[in-house]
């Protein structure tokens, strides 16, 4: 990490010295970013399988976990410091090329790739962008095209919204059509760090070895002066073996769609975001849901056939918009709708024995300057059952965590 590091900050020195020299002072970088420190307390324990990085990511709950006298050893409070949200920005301008203006993005963080890499550094960002008078074009790593990133909570925890937001940062190439404020986006993508999960566990491999990319097709509609809609499709396609547990070669897939609306109304003193998705096989978008095996289709070979784990889910955000003193809430609710076969074999998801997620969480922002103290309480309650062979969830019981969040914030 330190390595990575010293690169990275002479780089960046590099950068500010062929700016400070170059004959146009709007070409070079500028750098941005900021400093934060999270302090949290849970009601529960979070266990990798609910969040990431020690719990700072938190998506849910865990189940009750009885010890041999029937006491939940979930319900153990927890306490953490964490600082790894910080990072470093850099906003790249250059000369026109291809007729077109050039920007480009690169960004990075504290927060690793992987539990055992916490506080390493790791790249969040990197794309260059062209932009001519009515299309531009996007090629490197970025926002998922589901990730409402004109439109998401504002959170004070790192979660934004998850797991009822579509979240994931993906490689890409990404084409708009500009009509005036209206749009049209396609985009392709691949998986790098928010991966699918199948036989072998998570990994980006059940997407390159399906040989083609994630499309995303959207449009972008302003309905009135304060109101801006978002809508669109998603379709992935993974292919979970090369070759079946008998050791035969196998061109099995499974393909996935995801339909999703955005809404932001913006006025003066509040701003609202608002939205709703249907996703199929969602693991890699840190949502509940995934995929499971539906049929052997020859016991021989051991070749399979699979279906989706399906969800729907709505969240809703309310801001305020004042400069020293912001005061917001959060609320999200999804729901694991099964799958459309029925599932006989191995399943491959996230959460696949919770029924449903509700959340809410309030928070006010004081902010001096570059410098931002905030609180938040973050309730959230996930309905743990046993999965059916249609996918959905029997007989579920809630739990619930609390957690206070305390942030500072220090931005340059």
């Not at 509700?358 to 309650?381: A, D, H, L, Y």
């Amino acid at each position: 990490m330190k390595k990575s590091f010293i690169f990275y900050m002479t780089v960046a020195s590099f950068f500010l010295d062929v700016n400070s020299q170059s004959s146009d002072p709007q070409w070079g970088i500028k750098f941005s970013g900021f400093v934060k420190s999270d302090i949290f307390y849970d009601t529960r324990q979070t266990p990798v399988s609910c969040g990431v990085r020690e719990g700072h990511f938190y998506l849910y709950p865990d189940n009750v976990l009885p010890d041999l006298e029937g006491n939940d050893l979930n319900a153990s409070p927890s306490f953490h410091i964490l600082s790894i949200q910080s990072r470093l920005k850099g906003d790249i301008n250059g000369p026109d090329a291809f007729g077109a203006k050039t920007s480009g993005v690169i960004e990075a963080e504290f927060f690793g790739t992987c539990e055992t890499d916490i506080n390493g550094f790791r790249l969040r960002h990197a794309f260059v962008k062209l932009d001519w008078s009515n299309v531009s074009l996007m090629v490197g790593q970025n926002w998922h095209p589901m990730f409402p990133s004109e439109s998401f909570p504002g959170t004070l925890s790192f979660n934004t919204g998850a797991p009822f937001t579509p979240f994931s940062r993906n490689p890409q190439a990404r084409i708009t059509l500009k009509a005036g404020t209206a749009a049209v986006q396609l985009a392709a993508y691949s998986q790098r760090d928010f991966i699918s999960t199948g036989i072998e566990g998570p990994s980006n491999k059940y997407m390159r070895n399906s040989a083609l990319p994630g499309i995303n097709l959207q449009a972008k509609i302003p309905l009135s002066e304060n109101v801006t809609a978002w809508g669109g499709v998603d379709y992935k396609k993974l292919r979970p073996e090369v070759k079946t547990t008998a050791n035969y070669e196998t061109d099995a897939t499974i393909g996935s769609m995801a339909l999703f609306t955005t809404v932001r109304i913006k006025t003066n003193p509040v701003t609202v975001s608002m939205m709703g998705t249907y996703t199929q096989n969602g693991t890699d978008l840190f949502m509940i849901g995934g995929y499971g095996v539906s049929e052997i289709t020859d016991p021989l070979r051991q070749d399979k056939k699979y279906t989706t784990l399906n969800t729907a889910s709505f969240w809703i955000d309310m801001s305020t918009n004042g400069s020293k003193v912001t005061v917001g809430l959060f609320s999200g609710y999804c729901l694991n709708l099964g799958s459309v076969d029925e599932i006989t074999g191995p399943v491959y998801s996230r959460g696949s024995n919770i029924d449903r997620v509700f959340r809410i969480s309030p928070r006010i922002i004081f902010t001096s300057g570059k410098v931002s103290f905030g609180t938040e309480i973050e309730t959230t309650s996930a309905a743990y059952g046993t999965m059916q062979s249609n996918g959905k969830v029997a007989d579920a019981k809630s739990v619930t965590n609390v957690r206070v969040l305390l942030s500072a914030i220090y931005r340059f």
